[in-house]
């Protein structure tokens, strides 16, 4: 698959039940970033981001919060959303609901927030249903980096990226070691992209 991949409107439309993007008439993005907190790679991401002086939406491992919770207070403090990505990263398509939706809750005790983003994009109708029944907002994406791809090009990916934002776009990023090599490369020059097309930042 090329990355990043983007998620075309007709498509989104289809599952209304979740957010895929924001105002298309608006000329500002969503900057997101899954599975940290991580040591190095998410202190890499709050730099660039202060640099930029740009907000993002980190979607963190309950897991992760509860062994890193200075990082977490870090991220906090400077200013940006953080969002629910269960506790342990369970694959909703290979966990029962009743377990799926105890995990989030479970991850929400330390990430105090509604917005949630299942990981890898997956989550049954059920399991979907039991969370906005309990006040979460489902977050999804547009636009993938493809950061964690170890077998990707950063130069391609990059390419993509530029070529797939548009207004409104939910941008997936990963603060985790896996993709970090790849971060490195594209994240700097990314927002450097974004700043030059003037886009704004927006938050959910």
Avoid at 50 to 78: H, M, N, P, S, W
């Amino acid at each position: 698959m090329l990355y990043p991949d983007r998620i075309p409107d007709w498509f989104s439309n289809l599952f209304s039940g979740f957010l895929w993007h924001g105002d298309r008439q608006k000329k500002s993005v969503y900057l997101t970033f899954d599975d940290g907190p991580t040591p190095v790679v998410t202190d890499f991401v709050l730099d660039q981001l202060a640099e930029y002086d740009f907000k993002a939406t980190f979607f963190l491992i309950g897991d992760c919060v509860q062994r890193e919770q200075e990082l977490f207070q870090k991220i906090r403090f400077a200013g940006h959303q953080v969002g629910n990505h269960t506790y342990n990263h369970l694959n909703s398509w290979k966990t029962s609901t009743t377990r799926y939706v105890e995990n989030v809750e479970k991850a929400s005790i330390v990430i105090d927030s509604r917005l949630f983003r299942p990981p890898y994009g997956r989550i049954t109708p059920t399991a979907a249903r039991r969370l906005r029944e309990r006040n979460y907002k489902i977050i999804l994406w547009d636009v993938l980096s493809g950061d964690f791809d170890q077998w990707g090009n950063p130069n391609g990916c990059l390419k993509a990226l530029k070529k797939n934002t548009r207004s409104g776009s939910i941008v997936v990023f990963h603060d985790s070691e896996k993709a970090f090599d790849t971060l490195k490369k594209i994240l700097p020059e990314y927002l450097e992209w974004l700043r030059n097309e003037g886009y704004s930042m927006s938050q959910f």
